[in-house]
């Protein structure tokens, strides 16, 4: 893919007014993976134990991101570029990598002596997937859209990252209609958790409860993860060996754990 970069300007190098303006899809872009490039940095400086919230930080970055690329910019890009559908293959393949390898990391003990390798494979996955996309792939959209055009697909692209699932999910399509059919129930869980893991924090007598009750709405993220349907326009490359899920479960699940986060919210004592 480097070679095919040959002709093309990095978005990194190039002036917001290059990119389309503050609006631009490209320079949403380029902002997020700025963002993504400190949040590393700093979880490199932390120990193991202390990296959870660092983690859930780049979880809320990375995932909405992916959606919004996986359902606006790639079948743009499949449209108008001939080899789009390899181009965009290549990014959807390192994706389908990181949520499976994020979704183990969120069930292994924090202390497992294979945990760092597995995050040391992420970290490089995601460094990798930035440069692939603002060397080429994005560069490539670039040459075949106005600044006006990118603008409006800005806005599209901002539109699904504000609706996104924040957390992995390796079993959903990469690809419309699949991803898009998933984006109501596991927003409204992923969400869910990360309020949820916001009250967790470390010392809090309710954070062996809280986490609990987040680990039961991850649970019922697998099952909405195997309802029919969310593999649709998966590419045979991406797709994994799946299951039915149950919604009667996944729902009850979710309501529970929901259920009791109300009431522990009711139960909290009120500060003076």
Not at 40 to 52: D, K, N, S, V, Y
């Amino acid at each position: 893919m480097r070679e095919l970069s040959l002709n093309l300007k990095s978005l990194a190098h190039q002036s917001l007014n290059e990119l389309g303006g503050a609006s631009s899809v490209l320079t949403h872009q380029r902002r997020d993976h700025v963002d993504l490039d400190r949040m590393l940095q700093r979880l490199g400086e932390l120990r193991p134990e202390q990296q959870r919230d660092q983690l859930l930080r780049i979880y809320r970055l990375v995932f909405p991101h992916a959606f919004a690329e996986e359902s606006v910019l790639w079948p743009v890009i499949r449209r108008l570029l001939p080899d789009g559908h390899q181009l965009t293959l290549k990014v959807e393949q390192e994706h389908q990598e990181i949520n499976e390898l994020v979704a183990r990391l969120e069930l292994m003990n924090v202390h497992s002596p294979e945990r760092q390798l597995i995050l040391a494979r992420v970290i490089e996955l995601l460094r990798a997937d930035v440069r692939d996309e603002e060397d080429d792939l994005l560069p490539r959209l670039q040459n075949k859209l106005s600044h006006s055009q990118l603008r409006w697909l800005g806005i599209a692209w901002e539109a699904a990252r504000r609706i996104a699932p924040t957390r992995a999910h390796p079993i959903v399509s990469r690809r419309p209609p699949g991803n898009v059919l998933a984006t109501l129930p596991l927003t409204v869980i992923d969400r869910s958790r990360d309020f949820i893991d916001s009250l967790a924090y470390p010392g809090s007598v309710l954070a062996p409860l809280l986490n609990r009750l987040s680990l039961a709405l991850c649970k019922a993220s697998f099952q909405v993860e195997r309802l029919p349907g969310m593999e649709r326009g998966e590419d045979s490359s991406t797709r994994v060996e799946r299951k039915d899920g149950s919604i009667l479960r996944a729902v009850v699940v979710s309501v529970a754990a929901l259920a009791a986060l109300l009431l522990l919210g009711k139960t909290r004592p009120r500060k003076a």
